[in-house]
C-alpha cells in the first residue's frame, strides 16, 4: 500500500468486510479469485541501462490564436530510452506527454477532440469494473481538462465517452486565473488503462499578472511530466493484472521505469542562471518525493490552480497523482557542474548547467499574489464524507467507495450555485488518497487525527490528537488534495462557475475505478 505523507498517522486502520456488502456481477464477494493465468512477462530492470544519453523531450506547444485546436487521440511508437525499441503508446498528438496547450486567461478556446485509435485495446480490460462490462465498446475515450472550470458538457464526464471514428468539440472559457492544468482521458471503467498507454498532457494558462512578475519564462520555462511504467524486456507497456483472467483488476499500480516527459533517465542543458519547472504527477498511482542529490533547496512559487501568495523555500517536494507543482531552481553558482535529481535516492534525471556567466533578469518576487483564506463562516454546510476500501476474506482489497457508495447510486452531494462547503474526507483506509473535485478550486483547513474505531462502530467522531495546518506549499488553491490515513481531511470549496452534474474522485486510478468516484451535483441558485 501507498507510503503516508510526512506527518501523517502510521496507525493500521481497519477495512471494511466485503460480506456485509451486496454482490458484485452475481459473484459473492468473498469468494478469493483463482488465479488462472500464467505468470507475467519479463521486465526490464531499467538500472541495467546507461543513465543521462537521451535529451530531456520537450512537448510541442499548441496555441488557439482564436481557432479551433484539433487534437488527433491516437497509436504511436515512441523511444523512451537511446537502448530500447520503440515502444507502442496511445496518445494525444502522437506523443507522450501530448502536446502543451497554451491558452489565454479569459479568452475561450475551443478543442476538437478527436479519437482516432484502434478498435481494440491493448491493455488488459476488466469487465466486472463499472463502464467496462462486456456489451460495451473495448475502445473509448472522453478528455477531461483537470482543474478547468468549465460547462459540464465540456468537463469530460465520464459516461460522455465516444469510439474511434468520432470526435467531441469542447469550449473552455478559461475564466480563472493562470495555473497549470492537465489533460487526460476519463472514459468510465477504462481510464486508468487510457492514462497509462499514454494519453495525458499539460494545459497552461496563463495571464497578465504572472507575466508582470518577472519570473523565468521562454525557454527558462520547462514542463516536467512524471509518469512511472512497467516495461517488458522488449520495451512494451506492462499493466500488472490479478492473475484471474476474469478479475484482472488490482487495487494499484506501480512501474520501475520512471519517466520524465516520456524520457528514461534524460538530461538537460542549461545555463547557469533560474528555470521554472512545471511539474504534474500524472502517474496511476505512484507519489514522488522529488529532491537534488546534494539536498541544496529550491523554490515552490505554486500549485495545482496557480501562484502561491509567496515563495517557500524547500528541500524536498512530495507530490501526489494528479497533483502540480510550480518550482523555480537557481543554477547561477554551479556553472560546469552537473546535478541530478532524484525520487528519494533514485535518479529521475540530470541537470548539465553550461560555463561561463549569462545575464538573467529574471526574478522570484518575496510576494506572488493575494490569497485570501476562506473564513469558515462562510459555508452554508458541512458534509461528512468516508473514504473506504473493503476486503475479501483473506485480505485482498476488492472495492473502494466514496461514502459508501458506488457511482451509479443517487447523487447525494447536491451544492447551490455559488455556495460554500466544507467537505471532512473521512479516511478509514490505510492509504492516502490524493482527492480530486471537478470543476472548482478549493483550499486546505487542516488535517486531524481520529478514532477510526469509534467511526466505524457508531459513526462517531472522536479525535485523537490536535488539527495540522497545511504546509507552506499546499496553503494556496487546490483541485487535489492528499487526505492521509489515520485523519479527517477538511477542505472548504466554493461551488462556482457552473451549474450540473459533475464528478469527484481519488486520483489513484485502480481506486477511481473501482468505485472511489462519484457524481456531484450543482444545483442552480
Same mark, same amino acid.
Given at each position: 500500500?501507498?507510503?503516508?505523507?510526512?506527518?501523517?498517522?502510521?496507525?493500521?486502520?481497519?477495512?471494511?468486510?466485503?460480506?456485509?456488502?451486496?454482490?458484485?456481477?452475481?459473484?459473492?464477494?468473498?469468494?478469493?479469485?483463482?488465479?488462472?493465468?500464467?505468470?507475467?512477462?519479463?521486465?526490464?530492470?531499467?538500472?541495467?541501462?546507461?543513465?543521462?544519453?537521451?535529451?530531456?523531450?520537450?512537448?510541442?506547444?499548441?496555441?488557439?490564436?482564436?481557432?479551433?485546436?484539433?487534437?488527433?487521440?491516437?497509436? =504511436?511508437?515512441?523511444?523512451?530510452?537511446?537502448?530500447?525499441?520503440?515502444?507502442?503508446?496511445? =496518445?494525444?498528438?502522437?506523443?507522450?506527454?501530448?502536446?502543451?496547450?497554451?491558452?489565454?486567461?479569459?479568452?475561450?478556446?475551443?478543442?476538437?477532440?478527436?479519437?482516432?485509435?484502434?478498435?481494440?485495446?491493448?491493455?488488459?480490460?476488466?469487465?466486472?469494473?463499472?463502464?467496462?462490462?462486456?456489451?460495451?465498446?473495448?475502445?473509448?475515450?472522453?478528455?477531461?481538462?483537470?482543474?478547468?472550470?468549465?460547462?459540464?458538457?465540456?468537463?469530460?464526464?465520464?459516461?460522455?465517452?465516444?469510439?474511434?471514428?468520432?470526435?467531441?468539440?469542447?469550449?473552455?472559457?478559461?475564466?480563472?486565473?493562470?495555473?497549470?492544468?492537465?489533460?487526460?482521458?476519463?472514459?468510465?471503467?477504462?481510464?486508468?488503462?487510457?492514462?497509462?498507454?499514454?494519453?495525458?498532457?499539460?494545459?497552461?494558462?496563463?495571464?497578465?499578472?504572472?507575466?508582470?512578475?518577472?519570473?523565468?519564462?521562454?525557454?527558462?520555462?520547462?514542463?516536467?511530466?512524471?509518469?512511472?511504467?512497467?516495461?517488458?524486456?522488449?520495451?512494451?507497456?506492462?499493466?500488472?493484472?490479478?492473475?484471474?483472467?476474469?478479475?484482472?483488476?488490482?487495487?494499484?499500480?506501480?512501474?520501475?521505469?520512471?519517466?520524465?516527459?516520456?524520457?528514461?533517465?534524460?538530461?538537460?542543458?542549461?545555463?547557469?542562471?533560474?528555470?521554472?519547472?512545471?511539474?504534474?504527477?500524472?502517474?496511476?498511482?505512484?507519489?514522488?518525493?522529488?529532491?537534488?542529490?546534494?539536498?541544496?533547496?529550491?523554490?515552490?512559487?505554486?500549485?495545482?490552480? *496557480?501562484?502561491?501568495?509567496?515563495?517557500?523555500?524547500?528541500?524536498?517536494?512530495?507530490?501526489?497523482?494528479?497533483?502540480?507543482?510550480?518550482?523555480?531552481?537557481?543554477?547561477?553558482?554551479?556553472? *560546469?557542474?552537473?546535478?541530478?535529481?532524484?525520487?528519494?535516492?533514485?535518479?529521475?534525471?540530470?541537470?548539465?548547467?553550461?560555463? *561561463?556567466?549569462?545575464?538573467?533578469?529574471?526574478?522570484?518576487?518575496?510576494?506572488?499574489?493575494?490569497?485570501?483564506?476562506?473564513?469558515?463562516?462562510?459555508?452554508?454546510?458541512?458534509?461528512?464524507?468516508?473514504?473506504?476500501?473493503?476486503?475479501?476474506?483473506?485480505?485482498?482489497?476488492?472495492?473502494?467507495?466514496?461514502?459508501?457508495?458506488?457511482?451509479?447510486?443517487?447523487?447525494?452531494?447536491?451544492?447551490?450555485?455559488?455556495?460554500?462547503?466544507?467537505?471532512?474526507?473521512?479516511?478509514?483506509?490505510?492509504? =492516502?488518497?490524493?482527492?480530486?473535485?471537478?470543476?472548482?478550486?478549493?483550499?486546505?483547513?487542516?488535517?486531524?487525527?481520529?478514532?477510526?474505531?469509534?467511526?466505524?462502530?457508531?459513526?462517531?467522531?472522536?479525535?485523537?490528537?490536535?488539527?495540522?495546518?497545511?504546509?507552506?506549499?499546499?496553503?494556496?488553491?487546490?483541485?487535489?488534495?492528499?487526505?492521509?490515513?489515520?485523519?479527517? =481531511?477538511?477542505?472548504?470549496?466554493?461551488?462556482?462557475?457552473?451549474? *450540473?452534474?459533475?464528478?469527484?474522485?481519488?486520483?489513484?486510478?485502480?481506486?477511481?475505478?473501482?468505485?472511489?468516484?462519484?457524481?456531484?451535483?450543482?444545483?442552480?441558485?
Amino acid at each position: 500500500m501507498l507510503g503516508l505523507g510526512a506527518g501523517a498517522c502510521s496507525t493500521r486502520l481497519r477495512a471494511h468486510d466485503l460480506r456485509g456488502m451486496s454482490n458484485m456481477s452475481g459473484g459473492p464477494l468473498c469468494k478469493h479469485p483463482v488465479a488462472d493465468q500464467a505468470s507475467e512477462p519479463r521486465l526490464l530492470d531499467p538500472s541495467q541501462l546507461k543513465p543521462f544519453v537521451d535529451p530531456l523531450p520537450l512537448p510541442p506547444v499548441l496555441r488557439a490564436d482564436g481557432k479551433t485546436l484539433r487534437v488527433d487521440m491516437r497509436e =504511436t511508437e515512441q523511444r523512451l530510452h537511446r537502448d530500447l525499441p520503440p515502444t507502442r503508446l496511445w =496518445t494525444y498528438g502522437g506523443c507522450m506527454p501530448g502536446p502543451s496547450i497554451e491558452a489565454q486567461s479569459g479568452k475561450a478556446l475551443r478543442i476538437d477532440w478527436r479519437n482516432a485509435l484502434p478498435s481494440r485495446h491493448f491493455l488488459p480490460i476488466d469487465h466486472r469494473i463499472h463502464g467496462a462490462e462486456k456489451d460495451r465498446p473495448e475502445v473509448r475515450a472522453v478528455v477531461h481538462v483537470h482543474g478547468a472550470c468549465v460547462p459540464t458538457a465540456s468537463d469530460g464526464y465520464p459516461e460522455d465517452w465516444y469510439v474511434p471514428g468520432q470526435s467531441r468539440v469542447h469550449t473552455y472559457p478559461n475564466r480563472q486565473d493562470a495555473a497549470q492544468l492537465w489533460y487526460h482521458d476519463h472514459a468510465m471503467g477504462i481510464n486508468r488503462l487510457n492514462i497509462y498507454a499514454g494519453m495525458f498532457g499539460n494545459f497552461i494558462l496563463r495571464d497578465e499578472h504572472e507575466r508582470a512578475l518577472g519570473l523565468p519564462h521562454g525557454e527558462q520555462e520547462i514542463p516536467l511530466t512524471l509518469s512511472d511504467r512497467l516495461l517488458t524486456t522488449e520495451a512494451q507497456l506492462y499493466y500488472p493484472v490479478s492473475g484471474n483472467s476474469e478479475a484482472p483488476w488490482v487495487s494499484e499500480v506501480f512501474g520501475n521505469a520512471m519517466l520524465v516527459n516520456g524520457a528514461l533517465l534524460p538530461y538537460l542543458d542549461l545555463q547557469p542562471r533560474r528555470y521554472r519547472f512545471r511539474v504534474l504527477n500524472a502517474s496511476n498511482a505512484r507519489f514522488f518525493n522529488l529532491k537534488m542529490r546534494d539536498g541544496r533547496p529550491f523554490v515552490q512559487i505554486g500549485s495545482d490552480q *496557480g501562484l502561491l501568495a509567496a515563495p517557500v523555500s524547500l528541500r524536498h517536494l512530495f507530490i501526489a497523482p494528479g497533483e502540480r507543482a510550480d518550482i523555480v531552481i537557481d543554477f547561477a553558482a554551479l556553472a *560546469g557542474q552537473q546535478l541530478e535529481l532524484v525520487n528519494d535516492v533514485l535518479p529521475i534525471m540530470q541537470f548539465r548547467i553550461g560555463s *561561463g556567466r549569462v545575464q538573467d533578469a529574471s526574478v522570484v518576487p518575496a510576494v506572488l499574489r493575494d490569497v485570501p483564506r476562506m473564513p469558515e463562516s462562510t459555508a452554508r454546510k458541512q458534509r461528512m464524507l468516508t473514504l473506504d476500501a473493503y476486503q475479501d476474506c483473506v485480505a485482498e482489497p476488492m472495492l473502494m467507495l466514496l461514502g459508501g457508495k458506488r457511482w451509479h447510486e443517487p447523487v447525494t452531494e447536491k451544492p447551490v450555485l455559488g455556495s460554500t462547503e466544507i467537505w471532512n474526507l473521512v479516511n478509514l483506509t490505510d492509504d =492516502t488518497h490524493p482527492i480530486h473535485l471537478h470543476l472548482v478550486k478549493f483550499q486546505i483547513l487542516d488535517r486531524r487525527p481520529f478514532d477510526a474505531g469509534s467511526w466505524m462502530d457508531a459513526q462517531t467522531v472522536r479525535y485523537t490528537g490536535s488539527a495540522q495546518a497545511p504546509s507552506a506549499g499546499e496553503a494556496g488553491w487546490k483541485d487535489v488534495v492528499q487526505a492521509w490515513p489515520g485523519m479527517i =481531511t477538511r477542505i472548504i470549496v466554493r461551488f462556482e462557475g457552473y451549474a *450540473g452534474r459533475y464528478a469527484w474522485h481519488c486520483h489513484l486510478l485502480e481506486h477511481e475505478a473501482n468505485e472511489m468516484m462519484r457524481p456531484f451535483e450543482v444545483l442552480p441558485a
